[in-house]
């Protein structure tokens, strides 16, 4: 059975480090150019090149070099539609973004919760550990 995401097994990103694809918060505009530049030539000869922008073009995915382009790049090719989150597995509703305090980043409240829920530490029965609240 195939599904949407299968390209990513032809990938040649695949075995790449993603920091390559993806920079840090604030990243300094000139390594930014450098590092967005050797991802896009680890894009330049993938076989999944043209499934991997289209699939970041149809969920619009605001962030990362996907398909040898970058955000500012895909960003007046995006379809008109609803936004996903960057897991292309939510709707970018009001109700959904979380936003950090103190900047504007924002974040799919779901996938943020999730992520949460499995970094809570739990005992081995599953429940809270001392100190939490019980839930």
Known sequence: MSTALDWRFLAACTPESLDVFFGPWRERPSVREAREAEAKAICAGCPARSLCLEWALSNRIEY????GLSEAERRPLAPAGPRMC???LH??????????PG???KACRAC???RN???????????????????
């Open 91 to 100: 709707e970018m509703t009001p109700e959904n973004t979380y936003t950090y």
């Open 103 to 105: 900047n504007s980043a």
């Open 64 to 67: 990362g070099v996907f398909g």
């Open 117 to 135: 829920q499995r970094r809570a530490p739990r005992r081995h029965d599953g429940k809270p550990c001392r100190g939490e609240e019980a839930a």
């Open 86 to 88: 960057s897991n292309g």
């Open 112 to 114: 943020r919760e999730a």
